[in-house]
């Protein structure tokens, strides 16, 4: 009998030594899970962090790209001048005689030629050649027309020329806004994927780390099945009686019992 | 030289500096940038100049008409050009009294015809006078508009970069960190492992010894 307490003993001792094995293992597969949350943790400060770097750094990058197309339009706005065509389609339309002061200029040219001589100064007034007089101011502006008709769409078509201009800068303008926009969804993106190589690296830990708790509830099981096992059949052989009626060890004709 | 205790003191210690290494390292990108742009527009400024325009603009009527009547009646008339004049009209008078018209229908319309060709010629002479001039500053205005943007354009490049290069610091600090977060607990648990194999393997031989005590009573 103190045989088999001493068995049930020793099987005891083994099963808390597997015991404690299958604690350490469950306890290093918890420590790796803590550090695979605290690296988490870690990569996702610094992709917050990242994320707001690239962010602000974006914004700055849209108010400067909005400085570049003001400025630079700025630059052209004097001769982005799209009336100047309006007026000249027009007066080319209508083949109206030019007006304003350069009429007024032209008009009053003529007159003054007339009041400066005294052969014709007193001719002007509402008379028959006084109106001749003014109807000749008008011929004089009209035969100048198309002069000054030129002059105009040149200046038109210049404008018209700044306003393609600034047109194309605006537009740049806001395809470079949309770059950035682009551009700043794949560096958001790119930011993520590169936390994508760790957070792997993570996942694999913790894989490994499920293993390993697994492996030694595996071995646990195993190891106690074995020590039970091994337990009954020492506790058989010991209570088990041979062909004469001893116990094994207890047979005093056999020799092996007294070496 | 520094000692640091640990990799998280390390990285705690020199990310910022790397990150203010990048910031520095932009700002001095950006203000080489700008003084790039500014060296170019510098000699431009100093000839960007649009009198001429704004006064073929009011000429033409395109500043109103009190803006018209204001630059056609300033524009600068020379000794000759009043000569000139004057000296067409005087044989104009004197071809008419040559032939006995001097103050006939003919001699006044042709008379003034020809001061108001005079008149119109003199303002069409100010306007091609100005054009030369007008096509300078569209053209100095234009190499401004682009060094302008394409400045901008670099500068907006810089900052949006920078963003990418501070991100990429940080995420590659965190990786040292991970890893060192991640050996950290590998190692304490592989200690407790060898801990427990140690005490389970002592275990067995008290309970390889026990169960041979047992066999020996």
Redesign the interface.
Known sequence: M??????V???G??L???R??K???Q???D??R???I??AD??A???K???A??????A???H??E???I???E??R??A?T??FK?ATDEFLGNLPV????A???????????SS?P??SG?IGNTP?GQ??DR??D???S??TP??RD??M??AQ?GLA?AA?VAQ?EQ?GFN?LGD?AG??AA?RS??LI??GP?LA??QT?ADDARL?SSVAGQNFRTGATE?IAGLAG?LTQ?FTKDEFGFRS?QDPFNQGNFN | MATFESIDDLISRRTPEALGILNQGSEEQLRLARLGTQAGLAPLQEVDDLRAFEEQQSILGQRGAEAQEFAIGNIPESQFDTELRRRQQQQLMRGAAASGEAGGGATLQAGQQLAGAQQANFIQQRLAQLSPLVAASRGIRSTMSGLSEQGRVGEAQIQSGLGTQLANIRLGAAAPQVASIQRGAELSGLQGISSANQQASRNNQLASLAGTLAGSF
């Open positions: 103190p045989s088999a307490i001493g068995a003993v020793g099987v001792v083994s808390i030594g597997q404690n094995t604690k350490a293992s306890r290093a597969a420590k790796q803590n550090a695979a605290e690296s870690v990569l400060k610094a992709g962090k990242g994320e770097d690239i962010l602000r750094q974006n700055l990058a849209r400067t790209s400085l570049a197309t400025e630079s339009a630059q052209l004097p001769f001048d009336s100047a007026r007006g304003g002061a350069i007024d200029s032209i008009r009053q040219s003529s007159i003054d030629f007339v001589r052969e014709f001719m050649v001749e007089i000749q101011g011929l004089a502006v035969a100048a002069q000054f002059s105009l040149q200046s210049s700044g201009d800068i740049r470079r950035i551009s700043e560096q790119s930011i590169g936390q760790q690296q993570l830990g390993l020590q020492n010991q060890g």
